[in-house]
């Protein structure tokens, strides 16, 4: 990440000194490529499927491009054994044992593209195989900045035009045989020189500086916002300048002391996990405008070590939800618009979540460290609201997860792709319509239902369920789908289905089942009810997120 320094005007009066918002990289240990081979004639190469959105099919023409112009190389074409983000440490054997050089790919979204250029990273270094990691065009950046951090800069990185996905097989023929449309050099001729001679890594491959400066070099007010805009420290809306003395008030907030390390971040795994102090939680926590007695909740957000700025292409985004006595003392809300912009500290809270998470970790940058395709509107404030626990006729969140109803907590749920509303329960079709409402939820994002206590009371009096695990258990029966429908969904297909290939259960049984039988969209232990609003009517929504995390929040005051 490289920060610009001021642009400064003439020296005067009224220059601030400010503290800086960014987390400490991670330590990087330099690695070396294997050998390469002096020629591919006679030798056995692997194609390795990263199972994800097609990518087989491009590999396939990889495979028929050297059956037609190379026949003297034998290809094998494998697919990773599960998740693309899984290691596969047999398969490396495999390929070690029977093979002299791998292509793996390909490389086409925020997640996979890091994963397969750690797999590639792996077979390099740990298993000595020569390999050249192929990726869409769109994760240059992405893919350069992973191979950094692993130590391995000169990672042979080959690129093809995006996307992959859907494309036909002719399509992906004039890929491989057209050009690399980030170095301009013809694919396959980069594909040869990568297992033979390598090729250059990036321009710049120097590390990390480990260290970064506590304090930003003195400027003036204007001068200082157009520098935290231009580097990315912001949220494109303005901020409170974090000046040492409005850092110190915010550290009163907490016992911890200002340099106790809190915990690491990264925007996607194997992108590197940067550190970061109490000190650097509160300059975050400043420029989002909260205040010194909200710092224990968001000193907890920033050690559960979940990013609310995930560099996931499907643009997901966080919510939190606080439980306990700290909603009260803090002066959060519950209830009329809970869930909308109207309470400072709800806004505050997770608008500084969104800042501490972008800044300590290293940077959200589209196109470089953020890769959602769509974006998402409520990672502005991460949604953050309290549970109205007095007006619920369950038993809390936290509750649920094992805390003490008096201790303060805050649970994390990630995705806020999808989102499904109503108005009360009907007396004759409900069920069918909290049906349509479950199935019309996203796959990966489970169903979490958001029921102002108006409706809360509708389930228990018009559903019968007098306890939320009866709830819980209803939605799980009513969220299905045939199973032909299910397994032919793409995400199912990229994050699912590799985990019943292995043997996951229930999955592996679902996966046996006939095509038309019904089959759970969601595990029964991912769906949640949380109880928000103030009663001005029955509205519900279901909010397409999974419970990530619950965090005491007293353990950080």
Not at 302 to 316: K, P
Not at 372 to 397: I, K
Not at 421 to 429: A, S, T
Not at 487 to 516: C, R, S
């Amino acid at each position: 990440m490289t920060i610009e320094a001021p642009v400064r005007a003439a020296a005067g009066t009224g220059d601030m000194l400010v503290l800086n918002p960014v987390g400490f990289p991670p330590k990087v240990s330099a690695k070396t490529l294997a050998p390469r081979l002096e020629s591919l004639d006679g030798k056995t190469i692997y194609l390795v499927d990263s199972r994800f959105d097609d990518s087989i099919e491009l590999l396939k023409q990889i495979a028929a491009w050297f059956a037609e112009k190379m026949p003297g190389v034998t290809t094998e074409l494998v697919s990773l054994s599960g998740y693309y983000g899984r290691d596969d440490p047999e398969l490396w054997e495999r390929i070690r044992q029977n093979g002299d050089a791998a292509i793996i790919g390909v490389g086409h979204c925020s997640t996979c593209a890091p994963a397969v250029s750690t797999h590639a990273v792996t077979l390099e270094t740990k298993y000595g195989v020569p390999t050249v990691a192929v990726h869409t065009d769109k994760f240059d950046k992405v893919v350069r900045s992973v191979t950094r951090i692993a130590g391995l800069p000169d990672a042979p990185t080959v690129f093809v035009p995006q996307p992959v996905m859907g494309r036909s097989a002719e399509e992906l023929r004039a890929y491989v045989d057209g050009n690399d449309p980030v170095s301009g050099t013809a694919v396959m001729a980069e594909i040869i020189d990568a297992l033979t001679r390598g090729l250059p890594g990036p321009v710049s491959s120097a590390p990390l500086p480990r260290n970064t400066p506590r304090l930003l070099p003195p400027a003036s007010e204007d001068e200082l916002h157009e520098l935290f805009l231009r580097n990315d420290w912001t949220d494109k809306l303005p901020i409170v300048l974090p000046t040492e003395e409005r850092v110190a008030a915010m550290l009163a907030g907490t016992s911890r002391k200002p340099d106790e390390v809190v915990g690491r971040l990264q925007p996607t795994p194997n992108r590197g996990l940067w550190e970061f102090t109490v000190e650097k939680v509160a300059v975050n926590a400043v420029m989002a405008g909260a205040r010194p007695d909200y710092f224990p909740v968001i000193l907890a957000l920033a050690a559960s070590g979940v990013t609310a700025r995930g560099s996931t292409s499907s643009s997901g985004a966080a919510m939190v939800v606080v439980n306990g006595p700290i909603r009260h003392e803090i002066g959060m809300n519950a209830g009329v618009g809970a869930m909308g912009p109207y309470n400072h500290a709800n806004a505050t809270i997770g608008r500084a979540y969104g800042l501490l998470c972008q800044n300590l970790q290293g940077g959200s940058v589209p196109g470089e460290t953020f890769m959602g395709s769509l974006g998402n509107g409520f990672s502005y404030a991460s949604t953050t609201f309290a549970e109205n626990e007095e007006r619920s006729p369950w038993e809390p969140l936290h509750v649920q997860q094992g805390f003490k109803p008096e201790e303060s907590v805050v649970s994390i749920f990630y995705g806020c792709r999808s989102v499904t509303f109503n108005l009360g329960l009907r007396e004759r079709f409900w069920r069918e319509h909290v049906a349509h409402m479950v199935r019309g939820t996203d796959v990966v994002g489970p169903p979490t239902l958001l029921l102002d206590p108006i409706a809360a009371r509708q389930f228990v009096e018009r559903g019968g369920f007098d306890s939320k695990e009866k709830l819980l258990d209803f939605i799980h029966e009513v969220g299905t789908m045939p199973a032909a429908q299910y397994w032919d969904h793409q995400l199912v297909q990229n994050y699912i289905y590799p985990n019943a290939t292995l043997g996951v259960e229930p999955l592996a049984t679902d996966l046996k089942a006939a095509p038309d039988a019904l089959i759970p969209m969601f595990r029964r232990e991912t769906i949640n009810v949380v109880v928000v609003g103030g009663e001005t009517n029955g509205y519900w929504q279901i909010m397409g997120a999974g419970l990530r995390k619950s965090i005491s929040v007293d353990e950080w005051r």
